[in-house]
């Protein structure tokens, strides 16, 4: 989102919250990205990990699973304090979507900086086997690497992004915000895309966005975004359906292109697809 004008400030399951959350934020036996934990699976695979169980390392495979802080079935994005959950599954998707990385969006109004949301990327696991031809590049480098994010964008597997207010915003602004970032990144819309962005406007036109609104944008496949907006817990239906490959293509570059909105996201997914692929 490039700005916010004036602020007034898909189904999924999972655990509750714990009541009393542990500050620590890592997994132990000191994993490089902390928002990752394993489990078995039978595609990819990862040489060691540390077993508190049996406090030794053993050989396993691995799916993402974002461990947090003080509970596996929640990561905490750390500037913002939004809890995300490590895995759920979004209305029209055909499977469980993992926690691959959290950031937020910053404003500055008058050289302050103002947070206006937190965000969290889900993937589906089964996408990473696809970029082996990244296994061991470091987080900066995949950070920088234009042809990955266009290869895991173009790849047909489920994608979803979490928004989560943490400012009262109107739709309105929210949208005029999201457009004058888009825009720019279709230079000749065709019909179709215009009709897309219509019908992706109406989704906030005259609808308040309060502290705590999760927005879900998820990309079924590449020529298709599902979009959900839910004011109370996570929402069971699809708000309306954005069939232009231009207009997902160009909303994945404003968060994951050369000039991301939120960097700390772009860090943050860069960082766990390293500590994957290493």
Not at 16 to 21: E, Q, T, V
Not at 78 to 86: H, I, L, Q
Not at 199 to 212: A, C, D, E, S, V
């Amino acid at each position: 989102m490039v700005g916010l004008g004036s602020i007034s400030t898909p189904m999924c399951t999972t655990s509750p919250l714990p009541s009393k959350p542990n500050p620590r934020n890592h997994f132990p036996g000191k994993l490089s990205h902390p928002l990752l934990g394993f489990h078995k699976v039978h595609s990819l695979s990862l040489s060691t990990h540390f077993s508190p169980q049996k406090n030794k390392l053993t050989q396993t495979h691995f799916t993402l699973k974002a461990s947090s802080v003080g509970t596996a079935d929640y990561t905490e994005e750390p500037a913002t304090k939004v809890k995300f959950r490590t895995s759920l599954s979004v209305p029209d998707c055909s499977t469980s979507l993992s926690l691959l990385g959290t950031g937020y969006r910053e404003k500055v109004f008058a050289i302050i900086g103002v947070k206006v949301y937190a965000a969290g990327l889900y993937v589906n696991p089964s996408i990473l086997s696809k970029l082996d031809a990244w296994k061991g590049r470091s987080a900066a480098q995949i950070q920088d690497d234009m042809p990955l994010f266009k290869s895991f964008f173009e790849d047909p597997m489920e994608k979803s992004l979490q928004i989560v207010l943490v400012r009262d915003v109107d739709g309105k602004t929210f949208w005029d915000a999201l457009d004058e970032a888009i825009s720019p990144r279709i230079k000749a819309p065709t019909p179709v895309d215009e009709s897309a962005l219509s019908t992706f406007r109406g989704i906030f036109q005259g609808r308040p966005l309060n502290k705590g609104t999760s927005i879900f944008l998820t990309w079924p496949h590449p020529s298709k975004m599902l979009v959900a907006v839910s004011s109370d817990g996570l929402p069971t239906s699809t708000d309306a359906t954005i069939e232009s490959p231009n207009v997902g293509s160009a909303l994945f570059d404003v968060f994951f292109g050369d000039a991301p909105v939120s960097p700390s996201l772009k860090t943050s997914v860069a960082t766990g697809l390293a500590t994957i692929l290493k």
